[in-house]
Each structure stands twice: as C-alpha cells, then as structure tokens.
C-alpha cells in the first residue's frame, strides 16, 4: 500500500507542475498578443500548438508506460519539456512561439503516463478514486493563473544578472523549467522500485490491437467535451473576459481560476461516484448538464454580467471536473490489461479538442463578430455526446445486452479482448463483445 500511495501523491505533484507548464498561454499570451501585435486567430492557432504538443504522442506516452514504466517514462517527459520553455523565453518571431509552443507542450501528455502508472499500482475497485485524485493535478492550470499577472508585474523588465535571466512574461517559463527538473529528481528518487509494467512482454503491434474497437474512439470524443473543451476555456477565458466583459487581465485571470478549481478538483468526486453508481450514468448528467448551461452562454446579449457569466462557467466546471474521472473509469472496466494504449488513444482524442477548439473560437470569433460562437460550439459538442451515449444504450437494450454494468467495487466487466499477460490486479476475462 506505501508504494501505490507514493506513485499516486508523486504522479499528482509531477501532474500539478507540468499541467502548470502546458497551460501557461493562457494567461502569458496576453502580454505576448500585445508584443508580437498578434490577431486574435493567431493567438488562437499558438494556444492551440501548446495543446497540439500535448495531445498528439499521447498513446505513444500511454504504452511506453506500459511497457517501460512510470517512473522512467514520466521522467523523461518532465526533462524533455524544459529545453521548450527555456527557449520560449529567447522567440522572437511568431513562427520560433509556435514551434516553442509545440515543444513545452510535451508536458501535457505527463496525464497519460499518470493514468497508465497509477493503474497498474491500483486494484480495480480503487482504480476511479485513485485516477480521480491524480487528475486532480490539472489545478496546475490555476498556478499560473494566480502567480502569473504578479510575477509579470513585480520581476523587472531586464531581468536578473544583467538579462541572463529574463524579466517580465518570460520569467515565468524560467521559473516553470527549474521546478520541473526538480520534480524529474524527486520523481526518479523517491518512486517505488521495481516498477510496474503491465505490458513489458507485449510487442507494440500487439499493444496497439484495442484500436479497432469503436468504443475507444467514443471514449475519445467524450474526454473532448470533458478535457479537450476545459483545455481550451482555461486558455480562451482571460481573453474572452478581457474582450468581452473589459475587465483587467489580473481579474479575468482570477475569475478563470474559478473555473479551473471546481473543473480539475472534483475529479476524485467523480471517480469515486462512478466506481459507486457506474461511469454511463454519471456522463448522461454531465453532457446534460454542460448543454443547458451553454444554451444560455450562446445567445448574444442574454448574460451581460460578468459575476452572472462566471456562475454558468463554474457550473460547467463542475460537470466537466466530475465528467474527466468518468471517462477514465470506462477504460479499466473494459480494458483493464491495455489502459496505457486505450488511455493513451482516448487522451490524444480527448486533448486535441485543447488543439482545435482555441483555433475554432478564435476563427468563428474573427469571422462572425459575435464572441458567444465559443458557447455555441460547446453547446454542439457536448449535446452530440449526449445524443451518441443515448443511442448506445438504446441499441444495447435493443438487443438485449446488459447496459449497467458499471456498478462499482466487485464488479468485473468483462475485457473486450482476451488479455495477453493480466496485470498485476486483473487477471485474464472471458471475452464478450459489448
């Protein structure tokens, strides 16, 4: 039990400082628009760079994890993302931000690694609260959001030691590689051995085999409306409170900290319902919820106050934060010997919604006008989830087949595919197709 406790309180601590890292844009893009004289699209195409950089080698983190371990994988994410925020600091066209963007962005997929380590040191009956708490590391994202706007302020234009170390916004990216190659040493140190790795004797083609099934790919759409969605508001909202409501950048900054707690701290709540009443019911009240909270948002003009704005988008935090857990307690029930491959997949699904979305709010936003679009589109989002949930369970009593079998401690679902080598807490099932 000390040893899944010390991988679970050290990948949350790594998680917290890398997430802190990948979201940094959100509110460093600010002072960036204003000294590279960006649009608002290219604002929106480097938010989502960063993005893009954690999202697309998901499941190649996920089954080196499995293969290798979480204490070496997780490691070297967290080394390999420094170099990036190092020379963020240095850009000085827009090209040299994106491509810097994509490199730090690296920190992102350090959520992979986290879910795949964390289940392969878990049993399955606390798989969702342990997953839960883990996840609950994306309170990194409000790091910046409170030290950001202050260290700007407060850390002289020229820097320290005569510009060797960089003043203004670049001194956050600084101060973000020195804590994470802190964090790699006391990952690396202080992490269990030997490791786990569920899938050491499995080839890679064979890891890769659970990508045939539908079910991953929903999975992925899923974690979009619940991850990729929260990615893109915790970077898009200080600009849209700056934009539309003219509020100063410190208060739009606190303001979407008030988003980020409820939608990153409330992940073991959700984990912990779903292992009790199961993940399927749980998503039918989250995309529910998030629609009729966006519907509102939407319409031009209907909400004028910010206080009264920021209450819906708290709101939608708090779906999204009990929604996050849930998708993820999906994968060991049905993938209990592959959830580095399948979590790996439905991350990189789930994440590129952090990619595009940014993009997509700031092109609707340029070519419409009208900035409640953002609204329009989460609303779309979330209500085709809602709609795609429903006609499977629809088509599964059609035929017959039991659709509430997430029922919590106890209960096996059987794996989609029969296991290769069982993991330390999941021995070989039966299969059936579901």
Same mark, same amino acid.
């Given at each position: 039990? &000390?040893?899944?406790?010390?991988? =679970?309180?050290?990948?949350? +601590?790594?998680?917290?400082?890398?997430?802190?890292?990948?979201?940094?844009?959100?509110?460093?893009?600010?002072?960036?628009?204003?000294?590279?004289?960006?649009?608002?699209?290219? =604002?929106?195409?480097?938010?989502?760079?960063?993005?893009?950089?954690?999202?697309?080698?998901?499941? @190649?983190?996920?089954? *080196?994890?499995?293969?290798?371990?979480?204490?070496?994988?997780?490691?070297?994410?967290?080394?390999?993302?420094?170099?990036?925020?190092?020379?963020?600091?240095?850009?000085? #066209?827009?090209?040299?931000?994106?491509?810097?963007?994509?490199?730090?962005?690296?920190?992102?997929?350090?959520?992979?690694? $986290?879910?795949?380590?964390? #289940?392969?040191?878990?049993?399955?009956?606390?798989?969702?609260?342990?997953?839960?708490?883990?996840?609950? $590391?994306?309170?990194?994202?409000?790091?910046?959001?409170?030290?950001?706007?202050?260290?700007?302020?407060?850390?002289?234009?020229?820097?320290?030691?005569?510009?060797?170390?960089?003043?203004?916004?670049?001194?956050?990216?600084?101060?973000?590689?020195?804590?994470?190659?802190?964090?790699?040493?006391?990952?690396?140190?202080?992490?269990?051995?030997?490791?786990?790795?569920?899938?050491?004797?499995?080839?890679? @083609?064979?890891?890769?085999?659970?990508?045939?099934?539908?079910?991953? &790919? %929903?999975?992925?759409?899923?974690?979009?409306?619940?991850?990729?969605?929260?990615?893109? @508001?915790?970077?898009?909202?200080?600009?849209?409170?700056?934009?539309?409501?003219?509020?100063? =950048?410190?208060?739009?900054? =606190?303001?979407?900290?008030?988003?980020?707690?409820?939608?990153?701290?409330?992940?073991?709540?959700?984990? &912990?319902?779903?292992?009790?009443?199961?993940?399927?019911?749980?998503?039918?009240?989250?995309?529910?919820?998030?629609?009729?909270?966006?519907?509102?948002?939407?319409?031009?003009?209907?909400?004028? #106050?910010?206080?009264?704005?920021?209450?819906?988008?708290?709101?939608?935090?708090?779906?999204?934060?009990? $929604?996050?857990?849930?998708?993820?307690?999906?994968?060991?029930?049905?993938?209990?010997?592959?959830?580095?491959?399948?979590?790996?997949?439905?991350?990189? *699904?789930?994440? *590129?919604?952090?990619?595009?979305?940014?993009?997509?709010?700031?092109?609707?936003?340029?070519?419409?006008?009208?900035?409640?679009? +953002?609204?329009?589109?989460?609303?779309? *989002?979330?209500?085709? #989830?809602?709609?795609?949930?429903?006609?499977?369970?629809?088509?599964?009593? %059609?035929?017959?087949?039991?659709? $509430?079998?997430?029922?919590?401690?106890?209960?096996?679902?059987?794996?989609?595919?029969?296991?290769?080598?069982?993991?330390?807490?999941?021995?070989?099932?039966?299969?059936?197709?579901?």
């Amino acid at each position: 039990m &000390w040893g899944r406790n010390r991988v =679970l309180a050290l990948s949350f +601590t790594a998680f917290t400082v890398a997430f802190a890292v990948w979201m940094m844009l959100g509110v460093l893009g600010i002072p960036i628009r204003k000294e590279f004289g960006l649009s608002d699209a290219e =604002l929106g195409l480097l938010l989502a760079a960063s993005a893009m950089g954690g999202s697309l080698p998901r499941m @190649l983190a996920g089954v *080196l994890t499995d293969k290798y371990g979480g204490r070496a994988v997780f490691t070297a994410f967290l080394l390999l993302t420094v170099p990036g925020a190092l020379l963020v600091t240095r850009a000085g #066209s827009y090209p040299e931000l994106v491509l810097y963007a994509l490199w730090f962005g690296l920190a992102g997929n350090t959520f992979t690694i $986290g879910i795949a380590w964390c #289940s392969a040191w878990h049993p399955p009956e606390r798989q969702g609260l342990a997953l839960g708490v883990f996840g609950a $590391g994306n309170v990194g994202a409000s790091a910046t959001k409170f030290i950001g706007p202050a260290l700007i302020a407060a850390v002289p234009a020229g820097g320290f030691l005569g510009g060797a170390i960089p003043g203004g916004w670049r001194f956050v990216p600084v101060l973000y590689a020195a804590m994470l190659v802190a964090m790699a040493a006391l990952l690396w140190f202080l992490s269990p051995t030997p490791d786990r790795k569920p899938g050491s004797a499995r080839s890679f @083609l064979e890891m890769h085999r659970v990508l045939r099934f539908v079910r991953v &790919w %929903r999975f992925g759409l899923y974690y979009m409306v619940v991850f990729g969605a929260y990615v893109a @508001l915790s970077l898009w909202l200080p600009k849209y409170y700056v934009d539309v409501f003219g509020l100063p =950048l410190a208060t739009a900054a =606190l303001l979407t900290t008030l988003f980020i707690f409820p939608a990153s701290l409330l992940r073991p709540v959700g984990g &912990w319902v779903s292992d009790l009443i199961g993940a399927r019911k749980v998503m039918y009240f989250v995309f529910g919820s998030i629609a009729l909270l966006c519907l509102p948002l939407s319409l031009p003009g209907l909400v004028a #106050s910010p206080w009264l704005f920021t209450l819906g988008v708290v709101a939608i935090g708090v779906s999204m934060g009990i $929604g996050k857990a849930a998708v993820y307690r999906y994968i060991p029930d049905y993938f209990p010997n592959d959830v580095g491959a399948v979590g790996g997949m439905v991350g990189l *699904l789930g994440a *590129l919604g952090g990619f595009f979305l940014p993009a997509t709010f700031g092109y609707l936003d340029v070519a419409t006008g009208v900035p409640q679009t +953002t609204w329009l589109v989460m609303l779309l *989002l979330s209500g085709g #989830s809602l709609v795609w949930l429903h006609a499977v369970v629809a088509s599964m009593r %059609r035929a017959g087949i039991p659709y $509430g079998f997430e029922r919590g401690p106890g209960t096996s679902v059987p794996s989609e595919i029969p296991p290769s080598r069982p993991s330390p807490f999941n021995q070989p099932n039966p299969e059936k197709p579901a």
